[in-house]
């Protein structure tokens, strides 16, 4: 115990003396993990790391960045602190540290046309097919060499542009968390004519991170701390459902890109 408290006492003193606010950002579209509303990053990881921090005297500034390849890249490159939340994969772990313990348990499911369903149990019943993604996305190194080399791959800003194409017919399916999938197609008005095919493509884990090497690095072990406790009393599977609810409650916003796609 004393091995960890030293360094989160010096990271934490550093940190202070500095007097900088710190700045996180996270997935746009990915509800109740986190979502962009008006501007701003809402959803269950923005309010929880933000509430973490202070608990260790920290403040933390939520920064919408536009996509989530923008977010990633913003905290690889130092001039932003926290993801709020992010899988972990071989690539990510080059750059960024993750908390141990998870926020979220993700299964991805594929969310199709209900007139274009097709038969899927394992992942050749994808090749050849047409896949939305969302720059930066990824659903762990086996999954990501299988869709560059056997599937036709279209990438798009938001959440809304990639629902509407699979609306429109133009990819075949999109891969995203049976509950963000869910809750998306609710919210745009989309459940007589969208719905997810019920095997699981792979079960991901939203993690904390922050970038490799910076003095946060120390703390992750008392974020692992809070976690635990949070998911052991149900404080995370309620908040989650507060967020789920609130996303709701929110008229869908305008996107620029479905012009595009009309």
Request: net charge positive; aromatic share 8%; hydrophobic share 35%.
């Given at each position: 115990m004393k091995r960890l408290l030293v360094p989160l006492l010096l990271a934490v003193c550093a940190l202070q003396a500095h007097a900088r606010e710190l700045i996180a950002c996270g997935h746009p579209a990915y509800p109740p993990v986190s979502w962009v509303a008006g501007g701003e990053l809402r959803g269950l990881a923005p309010t929880l790391v933000r509430e973490l921090f202070a608990e260790l005297g920290l403040t933390v500034r939520l920064e919408a960045f536009g996509n989530w390849k923008r977010c990633l890249q913003e905290v690889r490159e130092g001039r932003a602190d926290i993801v709020v939340a992010a899988y972990r994969n071989r690539e990510r772990e080059r750059h960024f540290a993750f908390s141990a313990h998870h926020l979220v348990v993700d299964p991805i499911v594929l969310f199709v046309r209900r007139d274009r369903r097709f038969v899927f149990d394992d992942w050749e019943d994808l090749r050849g097919r047409s896949v939305g993604l969302l720059l930066g996305d990824s659903f762990?190194?086996?999954?990501?060499?299988?869709?560059?080399?056997?599937?036709?791959?279209?990438?798009?800003?938001?959440?809304?542009?990639?629902?509407r194409k699979l609306v429109l017919g133009r990819i075949d399916f999109m891969p995203i968390g049976r509950e963000s999938g869910r809750l998306q197609r609710r919210q745009l008005g989309y459940e007589d004519v969208v719905e997810a095919l019920p095997q699981p493509l792979v079960t991901e884990y939203y993690h904390v991170a922050v970038r490799k090497g910076s003095e946060l690095e120390a703390l992750l072990p008392e974020i692992d701390l809070r976690l635990t406790a949070l998911h052991a009393e149900g404080g995370i599977a309620r908040a989650l459902q507060a967020h789920a609810e609130r996303y709701l409650a929110e008229p869908p916003e305008a996107d620029a890109g479905d012009e595009k796609l009309d």
């Open positions: 762990g190194e086996r999954f990501d060499r299988f869709a560059e080399t056997a599937l036709r791959v279209e990438r798009v800003s938001t959440g809304r542009q990639n629902m």
